[in-house]
């Protein structure tokens, strides 16, 4: 018997049945299968040595389309970089999908497609994966888990830690470019702008810093809380304080100006495609030269300074030469009322 | 950026500190009305820029700071209501009541959604018309007329599921009651840059002529602040008393007649309560007659019960320049923007959440 083709995923394509089979073949297996993928075991086995570096996240963007990519892309570079923020070579990635009943087929497959795409980018493979299906209203439309293995190379210690006073900052390009872009297409908010997302996996921008020096102190991409929430939590974890020059960050012209027409400020604003990096002074000057030699990393700028007074605290020169302090996000960041 | 980078301009700046330190000689106390200006103040490090002759005061100007506990526990009670979705703007959300906040609520069930203008309150009500959207309307003048608006369109459409919770208030009428308590001693007030757009630097002549107090409308970047500060130096140093404009590219004496028809179309001006201030007249706004089936209040019964201060909170002196942030003994401590006690550490344009978020470094 012919199964129903539907055009969109309903409660029988996680029940484990033929669908479920089906979507695995038709659409996740088509695009992403490797050998360890194939076997379709219940885990993935393969050989390792050396130091592991083993991390997860879960992906809820809403919408789940944006200017220069989508959740799927998201997830695959999101683990990616956290396993590059250590120094780790990435290499195996788990997807699990939590697909709300009624999400277009065609939808799915485009961000499958995604997802192959950046595996592909970044040089991993995506070797387990899940698929559940829950009811309409229990998801916005499609909730991605991911977990992500790389192996940290000898010689190698990158850690929120570690940063020592005197290290430079270093920012590997203009901050905000994703929380612009998915918050200029969210409903009830869209305005127009030609700003993408800056979406990307970072490994292969690491693997060449610490081809440069492999004594990189600390380093953090600044994802949700943006900028000015992960230099807080470097200063707090490697009990230091770190000071920044407002002149020096560079900030896309449309990125200013959503946040000036928002009233939100750009060191606040999520990226998906940046790293912040605690280098020593000896040393940054070369990592930088390399770094503007990447794709990612071609708007690189040293950006301020880690100092041993007030340990845990973030401070800013204002482009007038006053002073202020760079605090962490508390909740979202919301647009003023008046 | 065209007309903010122009406004940022540091060279600019630094020539407009030296014009202020060489003319400022009388020790002087500024009070900036609105929550933008003090925002803008603490981010951009400008009182460490002004001479030491000079205090900067932040007043009453925010939205969600002024609005009463016991307005917000009305809020709290509507959206509880089964079948109601309370649309409002973000900032509200998080602001505690007597006893939850808006938030809370949410997580306990109620259907609270943050929207970013009121078109979007009417889009819930037109896709949902089974259910009532109550817009909870906050804000000045500036806000007031977009709600109206908002009113007028609802009626044209002959919507019967669209309701307003009217807090608005009205800007000259409590700066007129915070002057006359005498609480506090002002020698120049920075007029509100969004408001005046709207009601015009004419709704200020009263401040200048009948307290003697200079006034300058000021825009929200630094150099329009910076510009205003020494246009109200230079009118302290010779005696004067008028209404200038540093915020020209946004704000005519008139004001935006189109903006007030359409208030005054929709609202009336009613006794309101201010946090920290009480009843003051007129500095508020109702639905009026003509509209009056769009009045939640009206519309719906509920009980929010009997509403109380949080013990500690001095956001009512904050809000009236009685007190700095610095001044309570819960700032910083028991009270931060993480876990807010009152709303000036809550609201983005709030006062305390300025100090904190913003505060100098060594202060």
Not at chain 2, 47 to 63: D, H, K, V, Y
Not at chain 2, 119 to 142: H, K, M, W, Y
């Amino acid at each position: 018997m012919e199964l129903l083709v539907s055009d969109k995923i309903i409660l029988a394509h996680g029940s484990g049945g033929k669908l479920a089979r089906e979507l695995i073949e038709k659409t996740f297996l088509q695009a992403l299968s490797n050998p360890l993928l194939a076997k379709l075991d219940d885990s993935a086995v393969f050989d390792f040595e050396g130091r592991l570096a083993f991390t997860t996240d879960s992906y809820v963007v809403n919408p789940i389309f944006f200017h220069g990519g989508d959740i799927g892309k998201l997830a695959v570079c999101g683990t990616v970089n956290d396993l590059a923020m250590v120094g780790a070579v990435p290499l195996y990635l788990s997807l699990s999908f939590i697909i709300e009943e009624g999400l277009p087929q065609e939808d799915l497959t485009r961000i499958v497609g995604s997802v192959q795409m950046a595996a592909r980018e970044a040089g991993v493979q995506i070797v387990t994966g899940d698929t559940k299906v829950v009811n309409r209203g229990s998801a916005d439309k499609l909730f991605i888990n991911t977990a992500g293995v790389g192996l940290v190379p000898e010689g190698v210690d990158i850690s929120g830690s570690n940063a020592r006073p005197g290290d430079k900052v270093i920012l590997s390009g203009t901050i905000g470019d994703h929380g612009i872009a998915v918050l200029s297409q969210r409903e009830g908010l869209r305005f127009s702008t030609r700003l993408k997302s800056d979406c990307a996996p970072l490994n292969g921008l690491v693997a060449e810093m610490i081809k440069v020096s492999p004594r990189i102190h600390s380093m953090r991409d600044p994802t949700r809380g943006g900028l000015a929430t992960t230099l807080n939590e470097l200063a707090a974890q490697s009990k230091v304080s770190i000071r920044i020059e407002e002149e020096k960050i560079p900030v896309r012209e449309e990125v200013r100006g959503a946040c000036e027409m928002l009233g939100l400020d750009p060191l606040y604003i999520a990226n998906e495609g940046k790293l912040v990096a605690l280098v020593a002074p000896e040393d940054a000057e070369a990592i930088l030269k390399k770094m503007r030699r990447n794709t990612c990393g071609r708007g690189a700028a040293i950006i301020g300074e880690v100092q041993a007074d007030h340990p845990g605290r973030v401070v800013m020169k204002t482009r007038f030469g006053a002073s202020r302090i760079v605090d962490m996000l508390v909740g979202d960041p919301l647009p003023r009322i008046c | 950026m065209k007309f903010v980078d122009e406004f940022r301009r540091s060279e600019l700046a630094r020539g407009l500190i030296r014009s202020i330190q060489q003319h400022s000689t009388k020790r002087v106390r500024l009070m900036e009305f609105c929550g933008g200006h003090t925002v803008a103040i603490m981010k951009h490090g400008i009182r460490q820029l002004l001479p030491a002759t000079i205090e900067m005061l932040s007043g009453p100007g925010c939205p969600v700071c002024v609005t009463d506990n016991a307005d917000i526990d009305k809020a709290i009670a509507l959206a509880r209501i089964p079948g109601v979705i309370l649309a409002t703007f973000g900032d509200m959300i998080r602001v505690p009541g007597s006893r939850s906040s808006l938030q809370e609520v949410k997580a306990d069930g109620s259907d609270v959604r943050i929207v970013y203008s009121t078109l979007d309150a009417l889009q819930i009500a037109r896709e949902n018309p089974s259910r009532s959207v109550i817009f909870l309307g906050i804000g000045f003048e500036t806000t007031a007329p977009t709600v109206a608006a908002s009113v007028i369109q609802a009626e044209q459409e002959g919507m019967r599921n669209y309701y307003v919770i009217s807090l608005h208030k009205l800007c000259p009428p409590v700066i007129k009651e915070l002057l006359d308590s005498g609480e506090v001693k002002v020698s120049g007030l920075i007029c509100p840059g969004h408001v005046s757009a709207i009601v015009g630097s004419r709704s200020w002549e009263f401040i200048a002529r009948d307290y003697g107090i200079p006034c300058v409308v000021s825009g929200f970047e630094p150099l329009d602040i910076l510009q205003c500060v020494y246009m109200l130096v230079l009118q302290i140093e010779q005696a004067e008393s008028k209404v200038e404009i540093a915020y020209r590219r946004g704000v005519r004496p008139e004001g935006n007649q189109r903006a007030l028809e359409l208030m005054y179309q929709v609202f009336e001006p009613c006794s309101a309560r201010w946090r920290g201030m009480g009843l003051v007249p007129d500095s508020g706004l109702r639905l009026s007659k003509a509209y009056q089936r769009f009045d939640a209040e009206l519309a719906f019964e509920f009980d929010p019960g009997p509403a109380f201060e949080p013990k500690g909170c001095i956001c009512g002196e904050v809000l009236r320049a009685v007190k700095t942030p610095r001044d309570c003994k819960l700032f910083g401590t028991v009270c931060t923007p993480a876990s807010p006690v009152g709303p000036c550490m809550v609201s983005s344009e709030g006062s305390c959440a300025a100090y904190y978020i913003y505060g100098a470094a060594g202060e």
